[in-house]
């Protein structure tokens, strides 16, 4: 009975002992799926896997390219994380695919709308739009980064370093790209899923970053202000244009909006300015030939010049138009001059999509009947993303899984691929370490073994010694050796100092000590060399210990990073340790753990191999 | 098929551990020649002497004519077979077997020929693809002695190759041993601490004892006429009974005075044990040269009183064992007269096998010139070979 308890008791610690082994280990793999919403969460099987709740949240998240004002300006909603996002009660069809045909016919500028899974500033990994994106300038440019980069004009170091910032055309000083990348990118995008999309809500833009950061949150305080009666803020909207005299509160927050805060792309002027625009360019330019110098034109006069629809990206027109749109005082005579508000109108995708449903439904009712909507006017209309959005989602989940979950490896691998040198450098090395610890450890043990000699004792002594010291102390010190000798940035500086290994030697002379001396002396009557006794008695007999010393001398070789950096400091030498530090460095926590169960990946198979060897472990039978 | 000559040899450790002293002997050829002694007596240094696998101290060794001191091993044209079998355990029987050939460039054909006979003479033709981790005991030492035949040697040389084994198997490894000899016809010589196979395997045995050779003679000869009170004892179950007494010298003949008894010692003795009168000396008697005799008819001086202790019944026979005075003696005989022992016994010696030995030096008084017993080497005290060893 007690023997039994005992045995159950050493079962329990064994099991205690390989839970406490895997249960970190599942934490890493659980880990390696993590992107920006589920990083704080620590669990053994990820919840995105089970949940659809953390699933979406995890898509809106990278749709949104991780950036989560963007998320409530598009969705007009005040969130503070994706990690509270609800699953949309309903998705309205009808609705949605109005709104997928309104995209499919109005072609809209490439500034209006950008597209997810491209960028990850949290995560800091590759998305698939990203990964996409490096494909097509791969198949475009081919292998060399040069190439792109003369291709595009840009400065990227390597492929690693190619990023896609998504940006958004919404203040006055965001300016639509004309790079080179920029229509590369543009080309890309509509490659994409149009449910990747997502479009600049001037609307929600309004709110978000104009209106509650003047007023607040609360939408009290807005009607304090304003005498009106919101119930919550997605009621309040944008309108198109001020066309009455009278003031008030919101037309002057309008007008502030729109002369100093919006985007130039976003606003438009009617002929009623015609007018003041010409008087206003002639107070800044005096002459049309100034003005003709200026902007490269050919006008007779200033009344030629037509009014600016979509501005031009950059040049003396862009800013006189600024300031038009702004107000400019003349110096001179202190005019002030600018557009009158009356001519002012707001061209967004929201009031495209209006203008849209209104000319396709005439009215508000039919409209409500036909989609079957609840709406008062069109402009309480907005477009349905989130639904949009929500409707791929759905349809997508295994393959929203199966990204996140390979996310990570996929881009751990690309980044070793790029690094291809890396991983022919470890290769190279470890084979090497391995060989040579094969070959010296177990001659120097044989000698010790084979002929006693008076300073045997001593001679043991002394590699035990060399165990005693840390390898961190060693290596300043072989540092200075090899860099003596010139073998920094070679193979040799990294094999040549753990070549040798006390330990190694001590266990071996152990083992071989442990061999009958009746098999040497029978293989001396054979007629064996020594040669022959070290090779095909010692070593054969040996196997399942050389496998352990192959084992310590290839994961040494393998994991050895501060070394390998310290000798090998040209780049062309870089082991696949010191990139996935460089990696590291650059990514997330996600990427991390993927780099790290990858980096164990060929650790675990070499031991998984060498377990069969001691296991199959040759029995000497030489006692009875 | 080649003599063995040792002359003189001597094999001493550093540190003047003396291992072997002076051991002189010629080995004939084709004959099997067993060294015998206790664990420690120098029999396996002596013979890893002939083999190579030590260096010959002092004195020479020759194979045929040739002296070998400085030839190497597997140049000696010896093989040997080992207690533990140091069969390499990786290799399939049939390359264990082959290796000493391979290695000796021997054509192949050849190699499987002789390994193909050796296995059939041996019994292991049916396992040459396994393992020797997949053979008994008995099948791996006879692998470890077809290593050695395949050979071809001009010398066998055996290391107690039955130790490891259980009791039966020995006896019919024994058999097959006698039988090896006799077909392969070549010079054999046996090391074992075993008096049994050195009895009925050797044509001649060497009894040894801390590196001296004792006794060289014929299996019959050392049970019969022991050199010493050590060989007296080691050869022989149960050894030969010695009694500590004194010779005392009569008017007409010489009595043995053993405490509790005496015996008139024959005429035979009488030359050899002149002038040894009042000297201490062993009276020695194997336990089957008695009889049982009535207490009160004997003559007396040529009987021994005592009572019986225990009594092992083995079969055939049985050993009564007797205390007489303050000594113990066995006594063997036939089952059959089991029902005559009493409580109170009477022994009469048969004075014919007796022996006398000197009770100083322990040697045979009374042993015929004729059974090889060798210069006794008692008197070499180790002061003498520790300065010897100093004059080189």
Redesign the interface.
């Known amino acids: 009975m007690k023997t039994r308890l005992l045995f159950a008791g050493m079962y329990a610690f064994l099991l205690a002992g390989a839970a406490s082994m895997i249960y970190p280990f599942m934490l890493m793999i659980s880990g390696s799926t993590k992107s920006g919403v589920d990083l704080k969460y620590f669990e053994v099987i990820p919840h995105f896997l089970y949940n659809d709740r953390w699933l979406y949240r995890k898509h809106i998240e990278a749709l949104f390219n991780e950036r989560v004002l963007t998320e409530n300006i598009t969705y007009d909603e005040d969130i503070l994380d994706f990690e509270v996002l609800a699953l949309p009660e309903r998705v309205n069809n009808e609705m949605t695919d109005e709104w997928v045909d309104f995209l499919k016919n109005r072609p809209l500028p490439d500034y209006s709308w950008s597209v997810g899974y491209m960028d990850t500033p949290i995560s800091r990994t590759q998305s698939s739009g990203l990964r996409l994106l490096k494909y097509v300038l791969r198949e475009k440019f081919g292998n060399d980064i040069q190439d792109i980069n003369r291709g595009l004009g840009t400065e990227f170091v390597s492929w690693n370093n190619i990023v896609y910032r998504p940006y958004a055309c919404l203040m006055r000083r965001d300016k639509p790209s004309g790079s080179a990348f920029t229509k590369a990118v543009n080309d890309l995008k509509t490659l994409l899923p149009l449910e990747w999309r997502y479009y600049s809500s001037i609307d929600g833009f309004y709110k978000k970053l104009y209106l509650k950061s003047i007023y607040s949150l609360n939408i009290a305080n807005y009607n304090r202000d304003h005498a009106s009666a919101y119930s919550s803020w997605p009621e309040v909207r944008l309108v198109r244009a001020w066309r009455d005299n009278k003031g008030s509160r919101e037309k002057s927050d309008w007008e502030d909006f729109v002369r100093n805060t919006l985007a130039l792309q976003w606003i438009r002027v009617d002929a009623a300015a015609l007018p003041a625009y010409h008087a206003y360019l002639q107070a800044r330019h005096k002459t049309i030939a100034a003005l003709n110098n200026h902007y490269g034109a050919q006008y007779k006069s200033f009344a030629e010049i037509p009014l600016i629809g979509e501005p031009p990206l950059s040049g003396l027109a862009l800013s006189d138009w600024d300031n038009f749109i702004t107000g400019w005082k003349d110096p001179d005579d202190g005019v002030v001059h600018k557009a009158p508000i009356e001519s002012l109108s707001i061209f967004s995708v929201e009031f495209l999509f209006r203008d849209y449903l209104q000319a396709k439904y005439g009215t508000v009712e039919t409209l409500n009947r036909k989609l079957k909507t609840n709406f008062n006017s069109f402009i309480d209309i907005l477009p349905p993303q989130r639904d949009l959005h929500y409707r791929w989602f759905l349809g997508h989940k295994g393959e929203l899984r199966r990204e996140f979950v390979m996310r990570n490896y996929k881009t751990v691998a690309q980044y070793m691929l790029f690094h291809g040198r890396g991983i022919v450098n470890t290769v190279i090395y470890c084979t090497l370490a391995v060989f040579f610890a094969l070959l010296v450890n177990p001659l120097a043990a044989y000698a010790l073994s084979r002929y006693k000699m008076s300073s045997t004792y001593k001679i043991l002594l002394f590699l035990m010694a060399t165990m005693a010291f840390p390898a961190m102390v060693t290596q300043i010190p072989s540092f200075l050796m090899l860099r003596q000798l010139h073998l920094l940035n070679t193979f040799a500086a990294l094999i040549l100092p753990g070549m040798a290994s006390g330990f190694s030697i001590f266990l071996l002379k152990g083992f071989f000590d442990s061999l009958?001396r009746?098999?040497y002396?029978?293989?001396?009557?054979?007629?064996?060399s020594e040669w022959?006794m070290f090779w095909q008695?010692t070593m054969?007999?040996s196997k399942p210990i050389l496998a352990v010393i192959a084992l310590g001398a290839f994961t040494g070789a393998y994991s050895n990073f501060m070394f390998a950096f310290v000798v090998c400091q040209d780049q062309k030498m870089w082991t696949m340790m010191v990139w996935l530090y460089q990696l590291q460095g650059m990514s997330g926590r996600g990427v991390m753990y993927a780099s790290l169960i990858i980096a164990a990946i060929p650790t675990f198979l070499i031991f998984a191999f060498c377990q069969n060897i001691i296991m199959r472990g040759?029995?000497?039978?030489?006692?009875? | 098929m080649a003599k063995v000559t040792l002359e003189n040899v001597w094999k001493i450790y550093p540190g003047n551990v003396t291992a072997v002293r002076d051991f002189n002997l010629d080995i004939r050829d084709k004959e099997f020649i067993i060294f015998v002694g206790p664990s420690g007596c120098g029999k396996s240094t002596t013979l890893r002497m002939v083999a190579g696998l030590e260096e010959i101290s002092r004195g020479t060794i020759r194979i045929g004519e040739r002296v070998i001191n400085d030839v190497p091993p597997k140049e000696r044209d010896i093989a040997m077979v080992f207690q533990n079998y140091a069969l390499y355990p990786h290799m399939t029987v049939y390359n264990n077997l082959a290796f000493g050939l391979r290695l000796r460039k021997v054509p192949r054909r050849e190699i499987e020929s002789r390994v193909a006979s050796a296995a059939k003479d041996l019994g292991i033709a049916d396992f040459l693809d396994r393992r020797p981790t997949a053979l008994s005991g008995g099948q791996r030492q006879r692998v470890a002695l077809g290593r050695a035949i395949v050979r071809h040697p001009a010398v066998f040389l055996f290391d107690e190759p039955l130790s490891n084994l259980d009791a039966k198997m020995r006896v019919e490894m024994r058999a097959m041993l006698m039988h090896l000899h006799k077909r392969l016809n070549t010079t054999m010589i046996y090391v074992t601490h075993d008096q049994v196979e050195a009895m009925t395997l050797g044509d001649r045995i060497v009894v040894m004892k801390d590196g001296l050779a004792l006794q060289v003679a014929e299996p019959l000869t050392v049970y019969r006429y022991p050199a010493d009170t050590f060989v007296a004892k080691f050869i022989g179950t149960p050894p030969m009974n010695l009694f500590p007494g004194k010779i005392i010298s009569n008017s007409s003949n010489y009595v043995f005075d053993g405490d509790s008894f005496q015996l008139h010692l024959p005429d035979r003795m009488t030359k050899q044990i002149q002038g040894l009168a009042n000297r201490e000396v062993f009276f020695g008697i194997r336990p089957e040269a008695m009889t049982l005799c009535e207490a009160k008819s004997g003559q007396p001086g040529s009987i021994i009183n005592g009572t019986v202790d225990v009594t092992e019944k083995l079969g055939n026979e049985i050993i009564v064992h007797i205390v007489t005075g303050r000594y113990n003696f066995q006594m063997r005989m036939d089952s059959g007269l089991y029902s005559a022992v009493r409580q109170d016994i009477g022994v009469c010696p048969k004075m014919d096998h007796a022996h006398i030995f000197d009770g100083a030096t322990g040697l045979n008084l009374t042993i015929p010139e004729s059974a090889g017993a060798t210069a006794h080497a008692s008197e070499l005290k180790p002061t003498d070979i520790i300065s010897e060893e100093k004059k080189e």
């Open positions: 009958p009746e098999l002396e029978s293989a001396q009557l054979d007629g064996a022959t008695l054969s007999l040759i029995v000497v039978p030489s006692e009875k």
